[in-house]
């Protein structure tokens, strides 16, 4: 039902979209459409003054001589004779209300629907139209001919009442279909004016007619009496007036407790409001402030309806499946003779052990034949486990993987490469109900497992993920089937990818779509990062970032950004307040050791924070790499990346950097796959696809209108203004003093020097140099030569420091 009304709110809004143009064109557009409404409302206001008058006029509307008495003059008087007398009566002010919100919201540009607005405006007209009709049967002016035809129409047909029923029942329609009135909202009304007047009535008792109260008066009465030797005041009806009089006029008498008695007698009242008013007082008052701002994001989003973050964009269409290649047979066929034969060598070879099977089951997948053995009573599991090479030997494979036991399986599985692997295609992963059907923020599609069920990943879930394999072994492909699922499902609002390549050449064609999906600094050119130094900046730029959206999110009072969104898209957070819908960014980083390597730590930091902190706000990193020695994937990074992929790795070693066991040395390329997430490895095939299908879909998108420029992160100030020679001391690197320590004790000013000590990157080793030669500790550049240090030893250096410091004050 839900989902039928957002398409049917999307569907008008893309035929006002389409009627409107240009920017230019709606604030034309939307102030012409409202002066006609004003001009509409001035017009029929004269009308109800003047039409008698003018109704002679209307005629001659040639004649010069005629002067019409209505204020817009001859055009106003025909206005309000089409609209009012031969229109619909006093309701068509209907219509200039419509006109000049129409305008209104072309002006502002609100892109909300307003076809609905319109079919609504006409059917309320025409209900008070037969309203009137129905009651001044007589005033045309009030009815208007369309109003007393329709009116007579229905009382032909329907008689006197059966129009009042019509009418009743069009107007709780619209009570409840347009007003959202509920049977809920009816009584919470009923008790609420029900609680005013017996609030009301409450006090009234109070001072009227509890009978005590008249036992105090008289008493009071006797006492005046007394003081001012007047008849006792009668206690009929009439007298009360006089009587309630006199006991105000008590008030400073020795009769002020009776007064106190009055307050006292408010308890009785109260305590006669029955248990449900009471009920209604306690829940009503503390939620006062919350249900407020909630009623007002209602009444926003029943104006504007939800907030459509897709709405900029909103002609964008998503790529087709005829993108994708079919890569041959697309089903995996069964090659009996191949199956028995295996079957037969592993139970063969298990013989020659001693280790008799009693089960043994097949499930062929895209690469690998799992061949599921159940071991006989009293064999034990670790000596089927050290056979692992046995087998293949005698299978004559590679790759054959023993899993024992399979978890959650009371059996031993073999893997069993298969004689003609077939390819996963990305095409037939994307198509499939499992990701089609993805509730999934980030639905990743990454391949076929080993039973031939396409295996569908949340990455938002994950939250982040990092991927080894050696050179060859299908990493460019993985990471691209990744980005081609996210542009499959993603809106360009929904998602935006930071790009890292140092290879330059993996990810270059996802340049083509870098104002829909790509984000990048604000002072950078190219999108898509290709030169190490700018990854620095980039990742401390996303460290900004994700400190933003943490303080939106605090602000926002909820916890993550789906929570966030939902909130935003429920108009229930201000834009004004510095509120935004947040697409989900996933930077993705292709050579990580690379990267590594040239900027050490500067790297680690932001990448670890990163990985620790940004899962909440929607950041998720994916880093791959060629080589996955610990060096590179350090302990830390490792920490923090959960979800694994393994392509084929060319040691064992290095499957257990990756996997935290072996089992990826022994896959056998091409795209077969180990995915972990914590607990059991799985084995997958990946989807291929291939450089010219990359290459269409970023086409496909990249012809299409895109956002003025790709998606800015924040900016980030670096260390790196500290090339020019001058440098203050108060700018000076924090590791100054250290790395000043570093080249006295050595004698030797190189960048790489520092680089080593104190694990530093190129770039910030490079500028430490720079502010050494500025002070004066280190020589200028000598080409192939280390700098000459200028200061002989620790001790003058110390003193150096010192007297430079002193000056500086
Ligand atoms: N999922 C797959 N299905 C079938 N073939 C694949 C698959 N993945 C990769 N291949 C084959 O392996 C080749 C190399 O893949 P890819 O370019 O992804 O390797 P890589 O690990 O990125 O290498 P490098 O690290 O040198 O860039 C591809 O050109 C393709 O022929």
Redesign the pocket.
Known sequence: MAAKKEHTKKKSSKLFSKITLSQQTKTLLGSALMIIGVAFFLAFISYFFTWKEDQSILSELSNRQENAQNLLGKIGASLGDLFVYNGVGLAAFVFAYLLFVTGLHLFVASGKPLLNKWVWGVLVALWIAILFGFFTQSSLVLSGVVGYELNAYLSDYLGTIGTVLLLALCFVLYAVLKLKFTAEKGIAIISKVRNLFSKRVGDTDVFGTEDDLQTSHSEKDQISDKLDNEPITPTSTEATEPLKKTTFDFKEEPLQPTITNFSDLKVPAKDSITDDEELHIEVTAPAEEKELSDIRAEQLVEDFGEFDPTLELSNYKFPTLDLLNEYGNTGITINQEELEENKNTIVQTLKHYKIDISQIKATIGPTVTLYEIVPAAGIRISKIKNLEDDIALSLAALGIRIIAPIPGKGTIGIEVPNKNPS??SMRSVIASQRFQKAEMELPIAF?KTISNETFVVDLAKMPHMLMA?A????????LNAVLTSLLYKKHPAEVKFVLVDPKKV?LTLFNKIERHYLAKLPDSEEAIITDNTKVINTLNSLCIEMDNRYEMLKNAMVRNIKEYNAKFKARKLNPNDGHKFLPYIVLVVDEFADLIMTAGKEVETPIARLAQLARAIGIHLIIAT?RPSVNVITGIIKANFPARIA?RVTSKIDSRTILDTQGADQLIG??DMLFTQGNEVIRL????VDTPEVSKITDFIGSQRAYPDAHLLPEYVGEENGTSLDIDISERDALFREAAEVIVTAQQGSASLLQRKLKLGYNRAGRLIDQLEAAGIVGPFEGSKARQVLIPDLVSLEQFLTSEQDNFE
Do not use: L, M, N
Not at 471 to 478: A, D, I, L
Not at 685 to 688: D, L, M, P, S
């Open positions: 390819i996963v391949g394999g050179t060859g072994q299908g990493k460019s492909v993985g993996e060629q392509f091409r795209g095939q990946c989807a291929f």
